[in-house]
């Protein structure tokens, strides 16, 4: 009797070590995932932006001028379009918006772009 007493409280210390350090690898394990997504979503952003701005500058030194505002207004009107209607503001949203506006009153391609862009959607 005293050996199934020690096998079985063995058996449940041995349980309740192996659910336990495997409920923290699971935890780092789920949490180094969402890191990784984090970031990846970070640089996709990032390489968006300096390839936009690498053609739009391209196109300035061209002399092309019309071209990088063309260039540069997509992702403008992309953002607009979409997070416009957003229930989520801030001052910092509230800003850019009226910063956008702004510009689409005062630049035609831009406004062309945002016409466009809510076609779309």
Partial sequence: MKTFIASLTGLL???AI???VGHR???????NEAV??????GESSDALL???SSRAIGFIDAGET???VETLSRP???YYSIYT??????????????????LARTNKTVAAQIAAEKIDR
């Fill in 13 to 15: 210390v041995g349980l």
């Fill in 18 to 20: 192996g659910c336990y």
């Fill in 25 to 31: 690898y699971y935890q780092r394990h789920t949490t």
């Fill in 36 to 41: 990784q997504q984090l970031v990846e979503a």
């Fill in 50 to 52: 300096a390839a936009t």
């Fill in 66 to 68: 019309q071209r990088a």
């Fill in 76 to 78: 403008i009107a992309h």
């Fill in 85 to 102: 209607t957003s229930t989520f503001t801030n001052e910092q949203r509230l800003a850019l918006r009226a910063m956008i506006e702004e």
